[in-house]
């Protein structure tokens, strides 16, 4: 048969398996008009859901993984390198991938105009930074410990400390935005964010390991974190 | 086997960190085949969403995504043409891009699928993103022998086909509610 001509197409898709939390959480109040009500449609994968957005590589400038480094002057707080992996559901790494991370400063504020927060913005730190993973998955960034800042979910409600990650995978369907979160955190029992995911052991996959041995002396403290996308079908399927 | 890692809300505050200069425009405003897409991205009580990220997934006119797994070569890629947009809502929820109609893909299963192009939304309250897909009110034919469509219940089936807004492609997305857009379990 020639080029073009061919009927079917096995289709390697990727793996269902997941630790998302569900749409409507009610204790996470926003969630409560937003999440869609109606059963999700199942979507076997096709060319459409098996490629995905190259991209990033050519907007990644050589300073724009070090956050402490985007102004004239050195951002206050705690000094940190956030480091890690991206790996596929095979524990294989995902290579040459865009990463992006985005955070409040160490007062807790983010530089946005929706953050109504009273505490200061800090001229020296805009709070985002983006990288692509090395040839083993790896990823590196400098920044500074990002603050607790209050929200209005609930009262007396504080978000557990965290940087927002968004990744790309190989595919449309390996897209993944998520928070990283800071061990021991005194926060983490009401915040409602955190606990959406169900199962505590998928929670302790959001949580950073601090990492003495990546800790630069008299430098930086170092926190490593791994991402795992989801993993591809083993065996094409003919549908 | 490695676990995945649990999806978070992307938050009020992603534009820091997710800029979409110049990722509304797949091609230039006056490339020949250009057209507008717009839409309003709603909750369940019908209130703009205005901190709502939409993003696209498409492939080009001839129906070829620009990507390696995407490798026929009897199918043309032009240089330039990346095939991902985004952009962040208004404060009226609004979105918009200017991109081309692409052409049909075809299906594992044997035929085309009707031209389409994959979308996500990410917001405040969505502890995970959404995913939808825009068909085109010109391709009736195909869209009513499309193997994905045709899985959705007959009468939802026309909330997914974007319709002619004054020039401009129009679909908005319903978060929730009676006319809660069909979304995917990809």
């Known amino acids: 048969m020639e080029r073009g001509e061919r009927l079917t197409e096995a289709i390697a898709g990727y793996r269902r398996e997941n630790a998302d939390p569900p749409y409507l959480y009610p204790d996470y109040v926003a969630t409560r008009t937003r999440a869609p009500r109606r059963p999700l449609i199942p979507l076997a994968h096709t060319l459409s859901e098996v490629t995905g957005p190259v991209y990033g590589h050519e907007h990644v400038g050589e300073l724009d993984h070090?956050?402490?480094?985007?102004?004239?002057?050195e951002p206050l707080g705690e000094r940190m390198i956030l480091h890690g992996r991206v790996l596929d559901g095979d524990?294989?790494?995902?290579?040459?991938?865009?990463?992006?991370i985005w955070q409040a400063n160490a007062a807790g504020r983010y530089k946005h105009h929706v953050d109504r927060h009273p505490a200061p913005l800090d001229p020296s730190f805009s709070g985002a930074g983006r990288g692509v993973t090395d040839g083993d998955g790896r990823y590196r960034f400098i920044t500074v410990k990002p603050g607790a800042y209050p929200w209005r979910?609930?009262?007396?409600?504080?978000?557990?400390?965290?940087?927002?990650?968004s990744l790309f995978g190989a595919a449309f369907a390996t897209r993944l935005v998520t928070q990283m979160y800071f061990p021991g955190d005194p926060l983490f029992f009401q915040d409602p964010i955190f606990h959406s995911v169900r199962d505590s052991r998928d929670r302790d996959r959001m949580i950073a390991r601090f990492d003495h041995d990546r800790t630069v002396p008299e430098w930086a403290l170092a926190y490593e974190f791994d991402l795992v996308l989801r993993g591809r079908e083993a065996t094409p399927m003919v549908h | 086997m490695t676990l995945p890692t649990p999806s978070q809300?992307?938050?009020?505050?992603?534009?820091?960190?997710?800029?979409?200069?110049?990722?509304?425009?797949?091609?230039?405003?006056?490339d020949p085949h250009a057209l507008r897409l717009v839409g309003t991205v709603l909750d369940g009580e019908g209130e703009p969403v205005v901190d709502a990220l939409v993003e696209l997934w498409q492939a080009n006119r001839e129906g070829r995504y620009a990507h390696p797994e995407d490798d026929r070569e009897e199918v043309s890629l032009e240089p330039g043409f990346g095939g991902f947009g985004r952009c962040g809502t208004d404060d009226s929820g609004g979105y918009?891009?200017?991109?081309v109609k692409p052409g049909p893909v075809r299906h594992p299963a044997g035929g085309m699928q009707a031209p389409h192009i994959g979308v996500s939304v990410f917001a405040r309250g969505l502890l995970k993103r959404v995913v939808t897909r825009i068909y085109f009110p010109d391709e009736r034919e195909a869209n009513e022998s499309d193997p994905v469509l045709t899985s959705v219940e007959p009468e939802r089936r026309a909330s997914l086909v974007a319709r002619d807004d004054d020039g401009a492609l129009r679909f908005d997305i319903h978060l929730q509610g009676d006319r809660e857009t069909p979304f995917f379990d990809l």
């Open chain 1, 66 to 73: 070090d956050l402490t480094r985007q102004h004239e002057g």
């Open chain 1, 91 to 100: 524990g294989h790494p995902v290579r040459d991938t865009l990463i992006e």
């Open chain 1, 153 to 165: 979910n609930h009262p007396n409600a504080w978000r557990a400390a965290h940087i927002h990650i």
């Open chain 2, 9 to 30: 809300t992307v938050g009020p505050f992603f534009h820091i960190g997710l800029p979409h200069a110049g990722l509304t425009e797949l091609v230039p405003p006056d």
């Open chain 2, 96 to 99: 918009g891009f200017v991109t």
